[in-house]
């Protein structure tokens, strides 16, 4: 069973920064990207960054030069490291991976941790 557990949320002033972690385990298939998604009140979860097993980086366009996706293949764990942050950053934002075997995909998705960016 995949277990992803972020951490690293919580509030902050516009401008500041903050980094998020999400551990895997559980892990039996080939992971093919891991990365983050957020979710604001009222809003559909939406992409923020994705890195891919051979390291390939990918950014919404409202977080591009801001944030900064990473990860550290020993730990099985991947990392957002978030600066300037705008009050529109606000959001739950969960920690996903991807994974194949075979031909069947899979999508885990971690419970979430809050960010609140204050004006």
């Known amino acids: 069973q995949v277990q992803l557990v972020e951490s690293g949320g919580g509030l902050v002033q516009a401008g500041g920064s903050l980094r998020l972690s999400c551990a895997a385990s559980g892990s039996r298939f080939r992971v093919t990207a891991m990365g983050w998604y957020r979710q604001a009140p009222g809003k559909q979860r939406e992409l923020v960054a994705t890195?891919?097993?051979?390291?390939?980086?990918n950014y919404a366009d409202s977080v591009k030069g801001r944030f900064t996706i990473s990860r550290d293949s020993a730990k099985n764990t991947v990392y957002l490291q978030m600066n300037s942050l705008k009050p529109e950053d606000t959001a739950v934002y969960y920690c996903n991976q991807d994974t194949l075997n075979g031909g069947s995909f899979f999508r885990y998705w971690g419970q979430g941790t809050q960010v609140t960016v204050s004006s």
């Open positions: 890195i891919t097993s051979s390291g390939s980086e």
